[in-house]
């Protein structure tokens, strides 16, 4: 039972950091944000999860920055989920 309820609790983390990413406040950061949602959020670890999480905290602004490259993602925030985001190429089509 406790596993079940860990499996829960992570579906539902899921489905909330998917809400959160296509939900940012611009068009732009949702379409960025909710495209690599929708791509790794599904297949993430609970470790990447938490990241990612972490990851949706930051203001538009600074994501926006350093997703096009106008900024580097500080050191103190740079991790393999974020190294994954700012690989991830969004596509229109």
């Known amino acids: 039972m406790t596993?079940?309820?860990?499996?829960q609790d992570t579906e539902k983390q899921r489905k909330r950091l998917i809400f959160r990413s296509w939900h940012r406040g611009t068009r732009e950061m949702d379409l960025l944000m909710g495209s690599f949602a929708d791509k790794f959020v599904s297949g993430f670890p609970q470790a990447d999860l938490d990241l990612y999480d972490e990851i949706l905290n930051h203001s538009d602004p600074d994501l926006y920055n350093w997703i096009t490259g106008k900024e580097d993602v500080p050191a103190n925030y740079m991790n393999p989920v974020?190294?994954?985001?700012v690989a991830h190429s969004f596509s229109a089509s």
């Open 82 to 85: 974020m190294e994954k985001l």
């Open 3 to 7: 596993v079940e309820m860990s499996e």
